[in-house]
């Protein structure tokens, strides 16, 4: 997604406007930004809460103290090139990616989940989710248990985690030595 974000694949203001509230922005934050983006041009990428404010119906000390919010919470950065002060919005943008990715992968790891009950037709406690987790990370994923569920005719759940734990075991990793220089 990022690097979709990065070629001008996904719209900035879209995104913002859709996924906003994951970072912690309010509406007032939002439109100034939005606002901002919108006037951006090569020349100027700087705004005053005053001339800011010419297009909005929050007062300059309102936009000072949004912006000034933004900052602390380091959403957006001020950045000096060649001699010009420039709101860097790419603070809140990554922020904003790693949430929508997170999301989706907790979104994805559910789905898996439910697979995997649907096919024990027994449902997943946070102890047994834990248990899978800790297979994954011997290099069984949860697509590949799924496949041991139907391929050795699995029924119990305590009949999977035996079956995983003599499988995880025979999988473990193995280093092994070779010369190179023979071959």
């Not at 380091?74 to 420039?86: D, E, G, P, Q, Y």
């Not at 790419?90 to 904003?96: A, D, I, R, V, Y």
């Not at 024990?120 to 946070?126: F, G, S």
């Not at 069984?140 to 496949?147: E, G, N, Q, T, V």
């Amino acid at each position: 997604m990022n690097k979709l974000f990065k070629d001008g694949l996904i719209n900035k203001k879209t995104l913002l406007i859709l996924n906003y509230k994951k970072v912690g922005i309010n509406e007032n934050q939002l439109s100034i930004l939005l606002l901002i983006m919108e006037l951006s041009t090569e020349e100027q990428k700087n705004f005053t809460p005053i001339q800011l404010s010419n297009y909005m119906t929050l007062t300059s000390d309102k936009i000072e103290q949004e912006i000034s919010n933004l900052l602390k919470n380091s959403n957006i950065k001020i950045v000096i090139k060649s001699k010009k002060t420039i709101l860097d919005l790419s603070p809140l943008f990554n922020k904003l990616l790693v949430k929508i990715e997170d999301e989706y992968t907790k979104t994805k790891n559910k789905e898996n989940y439910k697979i995997i009950e649907n096919k024990l037709n027994y449902k997943l406690k946070d102890t047994d989710i834990t248990k899978l987790e800790e297979y994954s990370t011997s290099g069984l994923s949860i697509a590949k248990i799924a496949s041991i569920i139907d391929s050795s005719n699995v029924e119990t759940l305590d009949e999977l985690f035996k079956l995983l734990d003599s499988k995880a075991k025979n999988s473990s990793v193995k280093i092994t030595m070779y010369n190179w220089l023979n071959d």
